[in-house]
């Protein structure tokens, strides 16, 4: 809105109805690695007591960034009455056709599984190692990267 209140742009996200998801049918596993608090505690204690570097990352898009693994198709939400958009050929016949999902979606049950399976192997391909004791630190050279869902902490002993 602008500062007189009126819309200016409208946003929206476009989630999938996981709950109508079949188990080995539209998905096989939900499960998703979550840093354990006791490896945070400790990455920050190493960067405070010896005065390192720490950056937060936040990965845009995180989920849509991963394609899926099995076809998905669904249907689009019903468009708002009388919403119309003038440059769009055809506006109101795109919400009657069904479309196949080419990249993951939040709402997926097994979307946090499909984003950290792209990210891990991203990570692995440029060269980062990950940890024996947590799955979702990673290292590489002086550098850590402690992952939690899309959102991670960067530690180095310098800038």
Avoid at 46 to 57: E, F, G, K, T, Y
Avoid at 105 to 128: E, I, Q, S, V
């Amino acid at each position: 809105r602008d500062p007189l209140r009126f819309i200016i742009k409208y946003k929206a996200r476009l989630c999938a109805r996981g709950h109508k998801s079949i188990e080995f049918i539209d998905y096989w596993s939900t499960y998703s690695p979550v840093v354990s608090w006791g490896t945070v505690r400790l990455m920050l204690v190493l960067a405070i007591v010896n005065d390192w570097h720490m950056q937060s990352i936040d990965f845009v898009l995180a989920f849509p960034q991963a394609p899926v693994k099995t076809d998905i198709f669904m249907k689009p939400p019903k468009a708002p009455h009388n919403f119309v958009i003038p440059d769009l050929p055809n506006f109101a016949e795109r919400f009657t056709k069904v479309y196949k999902l080419i990249s993951n979606l939040y709402g997926l049950k097994d979307a946090g599984k499909t984003c950290y399976d792209f990210l891990g192997k991203g990570l692995l391909k440029r060269g980062w190692k990950p940890s024996q004791i947590d799955e979702c630190l990673f290292t590489k050279d002086n550098i850590v990267l402690v992952v939690y869902i899309d959102d991670a902490v960067l530690i180095a002993p310098t800038r």
